[in-house]
């Protein structure tokens, strides 16, 4: 009856082979294509790094200025934008200026690229029903997998630094935005696909004029999805040395320093306020022609 | 601008048979021997859209397709430019068969000779009006200029001059259609396909559409082929008019042959309804011009409906009217006594039939 009490698991010897076999094999990968897939990245590097440059370099009013603006662009409403001059104020009187800028600019990277890869698999997504099967277990994988875990072999391939820092970022908060872009296409309405199609639209008339602007709000609040993800993940991407606000935070809980972690924390959620409260005021007006005003 | 010749091309449906389901093709034979809609839905799981349609659809009228729903109206006008594809059949426009055409050759089909007006409208609602209602030519890829230039004059001959900025959303269901009309006369096609157009539209804007319409058909001359589940509006828009049930058409012709000689039971429930001074024509009751002396000197032109006569010869105060033809001369004579008792709904279906004779 012994097997009814512990499980009857895999001989110790087998797992233990079979580890060293992935591991030594994965290491092999590593040496062999280490450098391409580095080399592949490189792109990805020099956009992070100009990113940084310039959100450093640049003088703070005109940042704040910088900033204001594209808030006012998107959100059309003086209260955010109040908000989100005082927030940045707020922090920079804190000390934490250029840790902020620092975050910010791996988040827009971040988005960036996210926006970019996420939007065409989306819509591919949308066109075809077994090409969503596949995806969909892997978004699903790339969402519940602990981020430590895929940190591993991205930093076996790629060391440390701001690429596999960004790369880690990525995975975690791609997903929300395929998979929105994926839901706004198709529940775009079919009466309005059936016109395009009875004028002769080609498939990419159709995308372009009608899928992708009535799924824009959907798409919207994909984006709006991965700036929080990616928000979120600053501190955990902070132990692979991606710099920011992360940092200090990952310092203070080595350290036991109270008043950093809590300082540098809300400069993340106040970071993040300012994100959300802007890119959803920008759905929002997407949206403005598409509800319905009369009965 | 009465005299502008026609501009649309002639629509010919031969044999067309659409089955829905995993394997259409594999019933239709036995559809063809004459399975039942109803045996093949309960034995093999698929449903029949359409069995053996047949009509033949003159260049420059207005056809009505009427029938309740489920009776494979909308099916049937999808076929025609072919947003759904036959199980079986031939479409022929211009001699050329839409249901052949690769892909290519369809989409340039749909751009160049059909346009489509639908029932929910189907606007974009991120564009303004003047944005929709180039929407065809920009497809068609026109220069600008020229997209709004003829736009504009659409937009102005369906009463929305001044809304070019507006947004789908900021009009009225009837405004909305008119863009939808708008949109389709822009594409400027030879072929203009209704959906259902005025259906979600309530009486009285549906009633101003259907003038619109009829009106803008005395200069453009299209062939339109029109959607409807309400006789009322069948018979006062269609030139033509064939009846589908079941995915069948039971009856085809012209208003006045259906309102007359209803084919079965269920036409003649519908034609129960309708006001039939406003179909029957004058020349149908009349007797043989013999009698001069008794008319009083009133005439009606010939095709004048009874309800018109009913009007002038009571104006007049005539109990009978000659019936003359264009050149005036008299063709018939009509009595009051005969014009009121066609103008009554008879009883039954026999009935309709004897006054028909």
């Given at each position: 009856m012994d097997w009814f009490y512990s499980f009857p698991n895999m001989n110790d010897d087998t797992l233990r082979n079979l580890k060293k076999a992935m591991d030594e094999g994965f290491k092999a990968f590593t040496r062999e294509y280490g450098d391409i897939i580095e080399s592949f990245f490189q792109p990805l590097q020099y956009f992070l790094i100009e990113a940084e440059r310039f959100m450093t370099t640049t003088p703070w009013p005109i940042m704040l200025l910088l900033i204001g603006g594209i808030a006012w662009i998107a959100s059309r409403n003086w209260k955010i934008v109040a908000g989100t001059i005082i927030t940045l104020l707020l922090i920079g009187y804190f000390d934490m200026w250029s840790d902020a800028m620092k975050t910010i600019a791996m988040i827009f990277v971040g988005t960036v690229v996210s926006i970019f890869v996420g939007i065409p698999i989306g819509i591919i997504m949308a066109r075809s029903d077994s090409f969503q099967r596949v995806v969909n277990p892997i978004l699903d994988v790339m969402q519940t997998m602990p981020s430590f875990v895929y940190l591993i072999p991205v930093v076996m391939l790629l060391g440390i630094g701001k690429v596999p820092g960004l790369i880690a970022v990525v995975i975690y908060a791609i997903p929300p935005m395929i998979r929105l872009t994926n839901l706004g296409i198709r529940l775009v309405d079919k009466d309005v696909l059936e016109a395009a199609d009875a004028f002769g639209s080609s498939s990419w008339q159709r995308l372009k004029n009608v899928q992708i602007p009535l799924a824009l709000p959907t798409i919207m609040a994909g984006i709006n999805q991965t700036i929080m993800m990616a928000l979120a993940m600053v501190v955990i991407a902070s132990m692979i040395g991606v710099q920011g606000l992360g940092q200090p935070v990952l310092r203070s809980v080595n350290g036991q320093f109270f008043s950093l972690g809590l300082f540098n924390g809300l400069a993340i959620v106040g970071i993040a306020i300012i994100f959300d409260r802007v890119s959803q005021a920008y759905g929002k007006r997407l949206q403005k022609h598409q509800e319905v005003v009369h009965g | 601008m009465a005299d502008r010749s026609v501009q649309g091309a002639g629509i010919k449906i031969k044999n067309l048979y659409k089955i829905f389901g995993q394997r259409p093709v594999s019933y239709v034979e036995a559809v063809k021997k004459g399975m039942s809609k109803t045996e093949l839905n309960e034995q093999h799981g698929h449903v029949l859209g359409l069995r053996d349609i047949n009509i033949d659809m003159p260049a420059g009228c207005i056809q009505v397709v009427m029938g309740l729903s489920g009776s494979g109206k909308s099916t049937l006008i999808r076929h025609i430019n072919r947003l759904i594809d036959p199980t079986s059949g031939e479409v022929i426009i211009d001699g050329a068969d839409v249901c052949k055409m690769n892909q290519n050759d369809l989409r340039e089909f749909r751009r160049h000779k059909t346009a489509m007006v639908f029932q929910k409208f189907a606007l974009l609602p991120h564009r303004t009006v003047l944005d929709n209602t180039v929407y065809g030519l920009e497809i068609q890829g026109l220069p600008r200029d020229k997209q709004e230039a003829q736009a504009r004059r659409w937009i102005e001959r369906v009463g929305l001059k001044g809304f070019e900025g507006h947004y789908p959303n900021q009009l009225s269901g009837g405004m909305q259609q008119r863009v939808g009309l708008a949109r389709a006369l822009t594409n400027d096609a030879p072929i203009l396909l209704m959906d259902e157009a005025f259906s979600a539209l309530d009486p009285l804007i549906r009633m101003d559409m259907q003038s619109v319409l009829l009106d803008l058909q005395k200069e453009i001359r299209k062939t339109i082929v029109f959607i409807t589940h309400d006789l009322d509006e069948a018979l006062r828009l269609g030139d033509r008019i064939a009846i589908l049930r079941d995915g069948e058409v039971v009856q085809q012709g012209t208003g006045q042959d259906i309102v007359l000689q209803p084919a079965d039971e269920y036409i003649s429930n519908f034609v129960k309804e309708v006001n039939r001074g406003r179909v029957i024509m004058v020349d149908t009751i009349a007797t043989p011009a013999?009698?001069?002396?008794?008319?009083?000197g009133v005439t009606v032109r010939t095709g004048t409906i009874l309800e018109e006569a009913a009007k002038t010869m009571t104006d007049a105060n005539q109990q009978y009217a000659t019936i003359i033809d264009d050149n005036g001369k008299p063709t018939g004579v009509i009595s009051m006594n005969n014009l009121i008792q066609a103008m009554v709904t008879p009883i039954s279906h026999l009935t309709s039939k004897a006054a028909a004779e």
């Open positions: - | 013999g009698a001069p002396a008794t008319s009083g």
